[in-house]
């Protein structure tokens, strides 16, 4: 649990933050700086669907977690804090929040009590205002809507919460007892049903009395969080209530050629709501095709997330690729540094793009790469003694932004397809106008690292590089070849990457993995890594020990390498 004692991190540092809700749990890590700029290291989620257990009585309904319940969720943190432990993130930069399920239960102080325990982790009960607004501070680490009114929804599996901010304030926050699990619970899924759903959630609605608060108030912009929400605007994407010919078993319209701009229309809303409440058992196994784990729920989400649209009289939202845990992060760091909730806003933009594009299993190779690359350039930069400090001398801190940028987008290309990735990588960083905040130079600066990252080496003498006057070309050999031999050990199977220490000595680089530092080798061995390197790897070596005139080892625990 974060405190007003937290140790700010030095160059960087990693934050974990557990979100603890009524569907499932996640886990995010992050790498953050001391400006505020943070981006996802690695992100865990446990199904555990907390909400299902309720009791009733005669008079009210009870929530209560059940003894099976509660085991799969010590069972979850547990898996957690293993994790926690692995990349040996420090306990004051971890924060566990609970959110509807367990605000609601009964027997929660008991629940508590046995995490605390068995797991080690203080959890954080937040009320639904406080939820809401650590939701909004999530949605302003994704979007530009600082300067914004801006109207946040967040649906969840035992509540929805409803914000209003300005600026980093939240000028009005409320949560309502309407969530895809317990709705479900409810009414089920099936077509007869949605219409006492409804009208279930007109009623809860009007009594909170919401509608004329939230016009009060007023609104410019609103955005939308959460898994519920965004798997109902993925729909939309990919034409769920168009192309069900295009949805068949292992089907799927092709990303890279989305027009993906992180926003669901009314008229798009509406179209999946009816698709997903007809069709009888066709519809059934379509929905179970596309939305897997979440089909059980989504029905009722997206009816609720329609009904939202109705009684506020909502045209179009924002999507949010970020939510709570980032919000949770965000608040984190506010405490431990100087944090400046408008400051990334060209940073985002970059974060918006590789999301764009990219799986949750590409954003994590594009953010391990990002971690090497970041380990790499900090050393460099640090060593007098190599090439006459040439390297040292010349590097800076936008050259690391820059660095870090092309190794978070250097895959998107991927989502076009896998031969020629990198030229495609280039192209569409180059065009839509994606990168906000940043000059046209610096933007193709961005691309043709991304471009360089494998296969050919640059050519200077190429147009491309024309407009680049001489400093910048020879920053950008030293950056292509960080970002090269960063993907070549991200892409090597037999390297652990979760803590890596990057050193130079007289006897030139070396490259540490899984968690041993170079120096006070014992108790683990390190040895080498000589054998399985792979022809991609030992040509990137060879081309590093060519630009920096020096031989990099790599170094790994004896068990690994034997």
């Known amino acids: 649990m974060a405190s007003a004692t937290t140790d700010p991190p030095t160059l960087s540092a990693l934050f974990a933050a557990i979100d603890m809700g009524t569907n499932s749990f996640k886990m995010l890590i992050v790498r953050a700086y001391p400006n505020g700029k943070f981006f996802t290291i690695d992100q865990f989620k446990e199904p555990v669907v907390l909400g299902r257990d309720t009791s009733t009585s005669s008079t009210t309904t009870l929530f209560t977690l059940s003894h099976h319940s509660q085991l799969l969720a010590l069972e979850a943190l547990k898996r957690f804090q293993n994790i926690l432990k692995s990349y040996k993130i420090n306990k004051t930069h971890v924060r566990c929040v609970a959110t509807a399920a367990v605000r609601e239960a009964v027997n929660k102080v008991g629940f508590l009590k046995c995490v605390r325990e068995e797991v080690g982790l203080e959890i954080d009960v937040l009320p639904g205002e406080q939820e809401a607004r650590l939701e909004y501070l999530g949605m302003l680490q ?3 809507i600082y300067e914004k009114l801006v109207l946040g929804v967040d649906i969840g599996g035992g509540s929805t919460e409803f914000v209003i901010g300005k600026q980093g304030k939240v000028i009005f ?5 309407l969530g895809h699990v317990n709705l479900t619970q409810k009414f089920g899924n099936n077509e007869e049903n949605v219409a006492h759903m409804r009208e ?7 009594e909170s009395g919401l509608v004329d608060k939230i016009k009060d108030c007023g609104f410019e912009a609103v955005v939308g969080s959460s898994g519920t929400i965004k798997a109902i605007e993925k729909a939309a994407l990919y034409g769920y209530a168009n192309a069900s010919n295009m949805l068949q ?3 799927m319209v092709s990303f890279g050629d989305s027009k993906r701009d992180w926003k669901l229309s009314r008229g798009e809303l509406k179209g999946v709501v009816e698709s997903l409440c007809g069709g009888g058992e066709a519809e059934k196994n379509r929905r179970e095709t596309f939305f897997k784990m979440r089909s059980e729920f989504i029905v009722a989400g997206a009816v609720l997330l329609e009904e939202i649209f109705e009684v506020l009289g909502i045209e179009e939202m924002e999507v949010s690729g970020y939510a709570l845990a980032e919000g949770v992060i965000a ?3 506010a405490k431990v540094n100087d944090y400046d909730l408008n400051a990334n806003a060209k940073w985002s933009s970059i974060v918006r793009l590789a999301m764009r594009f990219n799986s949750n299993k590409r954003m994590r190779a594009a953010s391990q790469c990002a971690s090497i690359a970041k380990e790499i350039f900090e050393c460099l930069r640090k060593c007098d003694e190599l090439a006459g400090n040439q390297v040292a001398a010349s590097l800076d801190d936008k050259d690391l932004e820059y660095l870090e940028a092309s190794c978070l987008l250097h895959n998107i290309g991927l989502s076009i397809e896998k031969k020629g990735y990198h030229k495609h990588s280039y192209s569409i960083i180059m065009n839509g106008g994606h990168l906000q905040g940043y ?3 610096e933007v193709k600066l961005i691309a043709l690292l991304a471009r360089h990252h494998r296969k050919k080496l640059p050519n200077f003498g190429h147009v491309s590089f024309k407009e680049f006057p001489i400093e910048v070309k020879k920053k950008f050999r030293f950056l292509c070849a960080i970002i090269r031999i960063s993907v070549a050990l991200q892409q090597h199977r037999r390297i652990d990457f979760q803590q890596i220490e ?3 000595s007289y006897e030139g680089f070396k490259l540490a993995c899984g968690g041993v530092k170079v120096q006070n080798s014992p108790p ?5 890594l000589v054998e399985d390197i792979g022809d991609d790897l030992r040509q990137e070596l060879e081309h590093f020990k060519m630009v920096f005139h020096e031989e990099l080892l790599l170094l790994v625990p004896s068990s690994v390498s034997g």
Request: one cysteine or more.
């Open 200 to 206: 279930h959630i007109r009623l809860v609605v009007q």
């Open 502 to 504: 990057f050193s130079h």
């Open 439 to 441: 000059s046209t130079e």
């Open 331 to 333: 608040e984190t760091l």
């Open 249 to 251: 078993v292992g089907i």
């Open 173 to 177: 926050g409320a949560s309502l007892k």
């Open 524 to 528: 683990c061995i390190l040895e080498p």
């Open 142 to 144: 994704f979007f530009p």
